[in-house]
């Protein structure tokens, strides 16, 4: 029961993060062209999930482990939203520095704990 019980909490925690994306795609303004630092955030909030997913997978990763990386995505999902919101859907250099702040921070924890 307990794998089903980590399994629930995972699935839950894509879910949630994949929603945090999505909706922050979704809710910037159609009438401005995709911007370039927007885009680099959301690339690499992808890339990110999917080595979450693969360290799963092959069992470099426990549940505890991925559900840590993906709050912690969510987070910077969420700030970014934020930041979008503020400036009809772009990214200052400022917000975007401290966005891949975070995701080299949360990078280098996903790839210590794969290795």
Not at 28 to 55: C, Y
Not at 72 to 91: F, P, T, V, W
Request: zero cysteines; glycine letters at 6%; aromatic letters at 2%.
């Amino acid at each position: 029961m307990k794998i089903n019980a980590n399994f629930r909490r995972n699935m839950f925690g894509l879910i949630a993060f994949s929603a945090l994306v999505s909706g922050t795609v979704m809710a910037q303004d159609t009438s401005v062209p995709d911007h370039p630092r927007v885009n680099q955030v959301n690339t690499r909030l992808s890339n990110q999930q999917n080595r979450i997913q693969n360290g799963q997978a092959n069992g470099t990763m426990n549940g505890k482990q991925a559900a840590r990386d993906e709050k912690q995505d969510a987070n910077i999902a969420q700030r970014e939203s934020a930041d979008e919101a503020k400036h009809n859907g772009h990214l200052t250099k400022g917000e975007d520095n401290r966005l891949n702040k975070s995701e080299n921070h949360d990078s280098r924890r996903i790839r210590r704990q794969k290795h």
